[in-house]
């Protein structure tokens, strides 16, 4: 049995809508490859509405956030309108959230303002998780000493969480580690050389898996869009690279996120 522990099951994305027919059709194909639970994360308010949605899915865990994309000045009305989805629906963790400097000039004005614009926003949500006695779910890239900054500055291991879609440096990958965090590869991440040695040296029971479904593999091919059902594929690397019969590795995922989404 797989999780996929990262997925926008009901991100539009390129799409006006999404009906309970678009979800059902996905899980299908998921139960079909043995992935019996799928964390579905919203990290932008315009999607909260979808619950309608997600609800009708028990095998759905839900998460949601505000993604560091969303950062503004003033981002209170946001926080209100997920605070108001917590309440109201009781999540499994606040995600994701985070830092992302990727395409940042850190060394101008502007990208100086955002990458503020972020920290803000990914304090706060931290500060609510702690409210909810929630973990966090993080994206970070590009931003490992702030990363780490901020998550000591707010002790962040008292709620623990997950890095999603890992692509941290090894001294920031071996602290988080020592904090408690786990860490969570994807179709895009295994296509990267310098994944082996950070699976390798990463305790089974620190890893989880996901697709960040429907995200596009950005290499070799920018047409190969990735679903759930692929977690499956996912574990099968990874438990190789782990030197690990599937089974066992996938039963190690599983008792992991049960225990952080407190299943």
């Known amino acids: 049995m797989f999780i996929d522990c990262h997925a926008h099951i009901v991100h539009p994305f390129n799409f006006t809508t999404i009906t309970q027919d678009d979800v059902e059709e996905v899980i299908a194909a998921a139960r079909e490859r ?25 095998n759905l865990i839900r ?3 505000i993604q560091r994309g969303l950062a503004q000045d003033e981002h209170s009305t946001m926080l209100s309108s997920l605070k108001e989805q917590i309440e109201l629906t009781k999540p499994k963790a606040i995600g994701e959230i985070g830092l992302d400097y990727t395409s940042l000039d850190l060394e101008s004005a ?10 803000k926003l990914f304090r706060k949500q931290i500060l609510m998780a702690r409210e909810f006695d929630l973990p966090v779910v993080i994206h970070a890239a ?28 090894r001294e920031t ?12 590869f994807g179709p895009s991440q295994l296509e990267r050389p310098e994944t082996l040695e950070m699976v390798k040296q990463t305790p089974a029971e620190h890893l989880l898996t996901e697709t960040d479904a429907p995200a596009w593999l950005r290499f070799p091919d920018t047409s190969v869009e990735f679903q759930p059902a692929d977690v499956s594929e996912v574990a099968g690397k990874l438990a190789r690279m782990k030197g690990m019969e599937l089974g066992d590795f996938a039963n190690a995922v599983l008792k992991s996120a049960t225990s952080l989404f407190n299943l």
């Open 34 to 58: 043995e992935v019996h639970h799928i964390v579905s994360v919203s990290s932008n308010p315009d999607y909260f509405t979808f619950y309608d949605i997600e609800k009708c899915f028990e």
């Open 63 to 65: 998460v949601v956030g």
């Open 142 to 169: 590009e931003a490992d000493r702030d990363l780490l900054g901020i998550l000591e500055e707010q002790h962040a291991e008292e709620i623990g969480g997950m890095i999603h879609g890992c692509s941290c440096g």
């Open 173 to 184: 990958r071996e602290r988080l580690l020592d904090m408690g965090f786990l860490l969570s």
């Open 110 to 119: 502007k990208g100086e303002a955002v990458r503020k614009r972020q920290q």
